[in-house]
């Protein structure tokens, strides 16, 4: 059964990348944009997790915590914001919150956290494994494996980074700049010769003995994962 999870975030396109980065994992999502309608869902409807920003309107994330608490829902919190001061953090556990993640992030230790979260409130109960599906192509990301069906794939470290980049921006082109900037921590000024190089790496070893191919060129515009 997929775990259920409300993302509770002002900011459209940040709240919108989560949710596209989790349901890539298997989870359900649904999103509110501001502190009252986030309370509103949290007490009309049943979640696995709450994915909370301390910043928002009408309510704010300690406002929102505290509602959730006070009508006895135990449903584990995990609270997402720029303010990374002790004292916000001790307020916000002080509320009811069950864990604390400032931002920027890492998307990867999003997913470990909610998964210790959910672990933690459910032990009886199976969590969502770190895995990304496309076709039959499978990336396990806790222990870095990946198959094309029942067939094992040898990847480098900076292979497997830019498989998963591209797979959690499935359907979407990105350009050799933004690859650069993510996988590589390379300023898009310099040299993209690399991500060219990479690209034709990744393709003989997930593309070449395979169908559906999944990785294509947009010419003058970037790369695209998608199944056809």
Known sequence: MKKSILIVEDDERIARTISKGLEELGFETSIAFDGKIALKLALGNTFDLF???????????????????????????????????????IEGFDKGAD??????FDFRELVARINALLKRSSPLSDV????????????????????RGDQAIQLTPKEF????????????????????????????????????????????????????????????????????
Request: proline share 4%.
């Open 99 to 104: 864990d604390y993640l400032v931002k920027p």
């Open 128 to 147: 969502i494994s770190n895995e990304l599906i496309v076709a039959d192509l499978k990336v396990d990301l806790d222990e870095k494996l990946v198959y």
């Open 161 to 228: 980074g830019l498989l998963e980049y591209l797979i959690l921006n499935k359907g979407k082109v990105v350009s050799k700049e933004e690859i650069a900037e993510a996988i590589w921590d390379q300023n898009p000024g310099k040299s993209l010769n690399v991500i060219e190089v990479y690209i034709n790496f990744l393709r003989k070893k997930i593309d070449k003995d395979f169908e559906p191919k999944l990785i294509k060129t947009k010419s003058g515009m970037g790369y695209v994962l998608r199944e056809e």
């Open 51 to 89: 994915l909370l920003d301390l910043n928002l309107p009408e309510l704010n994330g300690y406002q929102v915590t505290e509602g959730i608490r006070r009508a006895g829902i135990e449903t584990p919190i995990l609270m997402l914001t720029a303010l990374g001061e002790t004292d916000d953090k």
